[in-house]
C-alpha cells in the first residue's frame, strides 16, 4: 500500500504499480508469477487491469478483470480472485485499487448519467454522504437512538488512528469536538464523513499452497458472500426500491458469510468494517450479528471496539480517519492484524477478523483467519 | 396538446408527466406493488405488465437530510436545503425537496403534498406540509 496524501502529485498508474510491486515484494514473490490482476474503479477514476499487468510486464497474464464497482467491490473481488485459482484460471492474482482520491475526482463532483442519478440529482441528492445521511437518520428514528452513536463510532476510530502512520486524521476527537465538526448532511458532520485520499492499496491472492512458501504466515479466507436483496436498485446510490433504509446488505449476506467459514459472529477476534460514513458501522454490527438491534452504539459506547476491548473494530482508524480507498485499504488492515504487521496497533493474539465492504443495498465481506506455520 | 405516451420510454413518460406536473406511479398488473421509478419490470414479482397511474401527490415523509454543503456552485446557493423521502401511494417512494417546514418540525409520518415549481432553476418536485 503507498502512503495517503491530499496531493500526491503522481498518475493514478504509478500509484497502482508501487502498490502491486510492494505487494509481491511483501510476500516474497517473484512479479512474473503473477499472471492476474483484478481492479475496480468509478468514473474512469482508476487506470484498467490490463494496463497494470503491461507496466509491471507481467509474462502472461490470463485471468484480467477491470470492474466499475465502488466500496462494495474489495471483498467480492478477492473472492473472485480465490474463485479463479480453485477453477484453475490464474495461479496468483493482484486486486487493487488506485486513485487520487482527493487531488483528482472528489466525492460528489462527478455527474454520472443512468436513470438512477436521472430521479435524484434533480432534487439536490448529489452525494453519498447525502444518500446515508438518509439511511442514518431512519436507522436512529426506528432504534430510538440519537446522533451520540454516530459520535461515539468517530472517537472510537480516532483513538486507533494515533498509533497508525498512514492515518490522515490521527488526532483524538472528543464529544465536544465532535460536536464542533461542521454539518455536512445533517446527521452527518464532517467528522462522520470518509476524509478522500490520493493512493493505493493491493492483495496479492495465492493457493494456500503456494502461500504456505512465502513469507509470512498465510491468511486464509475461511468464508465469504456478496450479495444484496430484492429491489437492490439501478446503481450503488439508488435506494428508491430498498424497502428498509436501516438495515443494508450485511443483513442480507450475513449466514451465507457464516455458513461458508464455519463460523460465528462470537468466533472473531476483530472486525473490519466498511465505514465510508460512521453510521455504515452501527449497520453492519447489527447486520452481521456483532450487536442486537439497535444496541450496536451502545456496543462501541462501551469500550468493546477500542483498543483492548473484547471486538476491536477499524483498528487503522478505518476509511474515517485513515483515509478513502473505497474499502481496499479495510482489507489490507485485516490482513495486516493477521500477519502481525500493523505495528504499535496489533491487537495481541488476534487470529481472525470478519471485513466487510459496502454501506447500503449491496456489498461484500470475507472472514479470514491467520493460519501458523511450524 | 395530447402526449402520445405509448412512443415514450418510461423514463420519457415520467419526466413527460412531471412537466405537466404529475407524478406518474407505476402499479404492478400482477401484484398491485406501487413504486416510482420508470422501469418495465416489476422489482418486487418479476412481472412485466406494469400499468401507471397519475399520483395525488399525497405522501408521508419516510427519512429525511438536512444539506449544508451542495458539491456544486448551483445547490451551494441554496443550502441548508431539506430532501427528504417520501411515501406516495401504496408506499412508493420518491426521493425530493422538502419545503415549508421549520427544521424541528421534520418528522417521520409527516404528510406532505407535492408542487411543481415553473422556475427551470428550481427542483421539479417540491413537497410542503399538507396542513401549512
Known amino acids: 500500500m503507498t502512503e495517503l496524501t491530499k496531493k500526491s502529485g503522481r498518475s493514478v498508474m504509478s500509484l497502482a504499480l508501487e502498490a502491486c510491486r510492494g505487494s509481491v515484494d511483501d510476500a516474497g514473490m517473484n512479479l512474473s508469477e503473477v499472471d492476474g490482476v483484478i481492479s475496480y474503479g468509478f468514473n474512469n477514476d482508476s487506470v484498467s487491469s490490463q494496463a497494470v499487468a503491461t507496466a509491471l510486464g507481467l509474462p502472461a497474464p490470463r485471468y484480467l478483470v477491470t470492474t466499475e464497482m465502488g466500496g462494495q467491490a474489495p471483498c467480492f473481488l478477492i473472492m473472485q480472485a480465490a474463485a479463479a485459482i480453485e477453477a484453475g484460471l490464474a495461479d496468483n492474482v493482484l486486486v487493487y485499487r488506485a486513485l487520487n482520491g482527493r487531488s483528482g475526482q472528489r466525492v460528489g463532483t462527478a455527474k454520472v448519467p443512468g436513470t438512477g442519478p436521472m430521479m435524484r440529482y434533480p432534487a439536490g441528492l448529489v452525494a453519498y454522504p447525502q444518500i446515508i445521511a438518509m439511511w442514518a437518520r431512519r436507522y436512529l428514528i426506528e432504534t430510538g437512538r440519537d446522533e451520540s452513536d454516530l459520535a461515539a463510532v468517530v472517537s472510537a476510530q480516532r483513538l486507533w488512528a494515533v498509533d497508525n502512520e498512514r492515518a490522515m486524521r490521527r488526532t483524538l476527537m472528543s464529544e465536544q469536538d465532535y460536536a464542533r465538526s461542521p454539518m455536512v448532511a445533517d446527521p452527518f458532520r464532517a467528522a462522520d464523513c470518509t476524509t478522500e485520499a490520493d493512493g493505493a492499496c493491493a492483495i496479492l491472492v495465492t493457493s494456500r499452497r503456494r502461500a504456505l512458501d512465502l513469507r509470512h504466515d498465510p491468511v486464509v479466507i475461511e468464508g465469504a458472500a456478496y450479495g444484496t436483496g430484492k429491489r437492490s436498485g439501478l446503481d450503488a446510490g439508488d435506494a428508491m426500491l430498498w424497502p428498509d433504509l436501516t438495515r443494508n446488505y450485511t443483513t442480507h449476506i450475513a449466514e451465507q458469510l457464516w455458513s461458508s467459514a464455519g463460523m460465528g459472529p462470537r468466533d472473531v477476534d476483530m472486525a473490519q468494517l466498511y465505514d465510508c460514513f460512521s453510521s455504515s458501522v452501527l449497520l453492519a454490527l447489527e447486520g452481521l450479528g456483532l450487536a442486537e438491534r439497535g444496541e450496536a452504539g451502545r456496543l462501541v459506547s462501551s469500550g468493546a471496539t477500542v483498543p483492548g476491548g473484547r471486538l476491536p473494530v477499524n483498528t487503522g482508524g478505518g476509511l474515517l480517519a485513515e483515509g478513502y480507498l473505497h474499502g481496499m485499504n479495510t482489507v489490507y488492515e485485516a490482513v495486516s492484524q493477521l500477519q502481525g504487521s500493523a505495528g504499535k496497533r496489533t491487537v495481541p493474539d488476534a487470529r481472525s477478523c470478519v471485513v466487510t465492504s459496502g454501506a447500503l443495498t449491496d456489498g461484500s465481506a470475507l472472514v479470514l483467519t491467520r493460519e501458523t506455520r511450524n | ?132
Open chain 2, 1 to 132: 396538446m395530447e402526449l402520445h405516451m405509448e412512443s415514450l420510454s418510461e423514463e420519457e413518460q415520467y419526466q413527460a408527466a412531471l412537466s405537466r406536473g404529475q407524478i406518474l406511479i407505476r402499479v404492478c398488473d400482477a401484484c398491485d406493488a406501487h413504486f416510482v421509478l420508470p422501469l418495465p419490470g416489476c422489482p418486487e414479482c418479476g412481472a412485466g405488465e406494469i400499468d401507471s397511474t397519475v399520483s395525488a401527490g399525497v405522501g408521508r415523509l419516510y427519512t429525511w437530510m438536512v444539506a449544508h454543503h451542495g458539491f456544486s456552485p448551483e445547490l451551494d446557493a441554496d443550502v441548508p436545503y431539506v430532501v427528504g423521502a417520501v411515501e406516495l401511494e401504496g408506499a412508493a417512494r420518491i426521493f425530493a425537496r422538502v419545503e415549508k417546514v421549520s427544521l424541528e418540525k421534520l418528522a417521520p409520518g409527516l404528510e406532505l403534498m407535492a408542487t411543481f415549481p415553473e422556475d427551470p432553476a428550481r427542483p421539479p418536485v417540491v413537497f410542503v406540509p399538507v396542513n401549512l
